[in-house]
């Protein structure tokens, strides 16, 4: 049964490379385990128009999966929004052996992240199927080199990274291995594209494109909790309604689950050799050890049992920040006794204030106070460089009209009225100024430079190109920009700028600009 006919067909095809090349044309995938991953690819190659042998060591729970899957084929096909007509188009079997996946052209395997599971598991796939099929691995952290060395034929091997849920989720990373032939890349590229998803293609490496380049998301987020007197709603908060960002890191982290969170950072920063930009955190370890996972055990940071008054479960920045700061109808009686300057200008386009502009970088209050945009230095440095005239800062913001929160810091010498006159002309235009604490970088500034910084990382060491590091980020999690638009909005300088100052105020290396941002600030 090792070799069937069916895989002797080939198509021809243009390659990457505008090249013409025949590659054999595949109809049936095997898919290897039947969890979360395995079940929601399954239903997205049946979408493709594949047929699908599903097969996992527990026969009765493939079978469970298996119905699973048709219900959710079927709701689908009733909304129209399958491309079946009808279930009888859709061709989906469970194996209740490994054998039964020998008539398959591509299997992908989605079993436990074990190294010794996933080796032992390609042996015998590879004792079963054609010489022609392709195998493909799923696995999120483990390095495809390892998991295919013990293969008499490596060529055909690659990694299929899918996101969670599969169904839904449009981005597929591609790793080819140090073996991996040209026309086996070129066939993955084709499927992954003929199941309506987007491939983007990684070196094999440490967390790949999109576990990697969101690192800093999740720790610069603890490591403000650390330091500055935020609440975890609060950076959920100005992430979300300053940095554009669909979730907060503390929410999201919740909703992934601690215990895989810590587990991929710690996985990432041990295979970078120590690398201290990747440090995971203390805090998320001991609530891992407590067993605190986020909504899956009911609590993690926040309290996922607890609904009703105290609104636990409401998303921060879902709009009730800024319903509440709404602003008044009449700004008649306000006035604002400084100048603003070119930098904070465009936060005031939706107040109905009359403003006097200055056409210079600076605002400032009547009694010389600064009112500055971050540039990584803290705000009692800034005092103390102005000859003590006070100093507020303002974190980075990018989309005006969506902006509902923005983060400040001050120096000593500025009051408490002063910040009061300050937080009025913002609540005007709808924001709300939440204050920091006299942390360098605030939240978003520091926080999209060091997501910047690792994604010219990748880009530097040919990890990955600057394109699909930006498709990557934005399809693979939702980040509003790609990590390459983002420094193009700020400046590389800028943010080179930024993290060395950061990098100098640390001192520990977890700001340290890579050599890769370096070049992008001095050649963009
Ligand atoms: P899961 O625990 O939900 O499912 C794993 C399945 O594999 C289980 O049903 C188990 O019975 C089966 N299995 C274990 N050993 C087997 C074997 N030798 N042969 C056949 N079946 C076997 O796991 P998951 O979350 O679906 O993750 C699967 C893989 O996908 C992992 O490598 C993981 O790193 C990766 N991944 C997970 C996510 C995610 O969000 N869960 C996202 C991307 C990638």
């Not at 983002?486 to 700001?511: C, H, Q, T, W």
């Amino acid at each position: 049964m090792s070799d069937s006919g069916a895989r002797q067909r080939t198509s021809t095809s243009v390659d990457r490379n505008g090249q013409k090349r025949s590659l054999p044309q595949i109809s049936r995938i095997g898919v290897v385990g039947a969890g979360v991953m395995g079940r929601s690819i399954a239903e997205a190659v049946i979408y493709g128009g594949f047929g699908v042998t599903l097969f996992d060591v527990d026969l009765d729970f493939a079978r469970a999966q298996m119905e699973v899957t048709l219900v959710q084929i079927t709701k689908r096909i009733d909304s129209g929004k399958a491309p079946q007509s009808s279930i009888d188009q859709v061709d989906l079997t469970v194996a209740d052996s490994i054998s039964n996946l020998s008539d398959c052209d591509l299997v992908i395997e989605a079993i436990a992240e074990d190294l010794p599971l996933k080796k032992s598991l390609f042996l015998e796939l590879e004792r079963h199927l054609s010489k022609e099929a392709i195998l493909a691995t799923n696995t999120s952290s483990l390095s495809p080199n390892s998991i295919f060395s013990g293969l008499s034929e490596r060529g055909r091997s690659i990694g299929l990274h899918f996101f969670n849920p599969a169904t839904h989720m449009k981005l597929v990373e591609i790793i080819p291995t140090q073996f991996t032939t040209p026309e086996t890349l070129d066939v993955a590229f084709e499927f992954v594209k003929r199941i309506g998803k987007s491939p983007v293609q990684a070196q094999v490496s440490p967390g790949f494109i999109v576990n990697r380049v969101a690192r800093p998301y999740y720790s610069n987020s603890w490591r403000l909790l650390d330091e500055s007197q935020l609440t975890p709603r609060e950076i959920d908060a100005l992430l979300v309604g300053c940095g554009g960002f669909k979730m907060g890191p503390f929410e999201l982290m919740d909703l992934i689950g601690h215990d895989v969170n810590e587990a991929v950072t710690r996985s990432v920063f041990e295979q970078l050799y120590y690398d201290p930009k990747y440090r995971p955190s203390i805090r998320q370890r001991e609530l891992v050890a407590a067993g605190l996972l986020g909504r899956k055990s009911g609590r993690g940071i926040y309290d996922h049992e607890v609904r009703g008054d105290r609104g636990e479960e409401t998303p921060p920045g879902d709009g009730s920040d800024r319903e509440k700061n709404k602003a008044p109808e009449d700004h008649g009686n306000f006035t604002f006794n400084g100048v603003i300057g070119e930098e904070i200008a465009p936060l005031l386009i939706r107040s109905n204030l009359a403003i006097a502009f200055n056409h210079g970088p600076d605002s400032h209050l009547l009694d010389g106070t600064t009112i500055t945009i971050t540039d990584g230095r803290s705000a009692n440095e800034l005092e103390a460089t102005h000859g003590g005239k006070g100093s507020i800062i303002l974190d980075y913001f990018f989309d005006v009209s969506k902006t509902s929160t923005i983060a400040f810091s001050r120096s000593n010498a500025v009051s408490d009225e002063q910040v009061e006159q300050v937080r009025s002309l913002l609540s005007s235009c709808s924001i709300e100024l939440i204050e920091v604490g006299d942390v360098p970088g605030l939240v978003v500034a520091r926080t999209i430079s060091s997501i910047i910084n690792i994604a010219c990382e990748l880009e530097g060491s040919a990890v990955a190109s600057r394109e699909d590091i930006d498709l990557a980020m934005r399809l693979g999690v939702n980040y509003p920009k790609g990590p390459f638009e983002f420094a193009r909005a700020i400046g590389p300088k800028r943010v080179l700028e930024l993290l060395l100052r950061l990098s100098n105020f640390y001192g520990d290396g977890y700001f340290s600009p890579s050599i890769h941002l370096r070049h992008l600030a001095t050649t963009a």
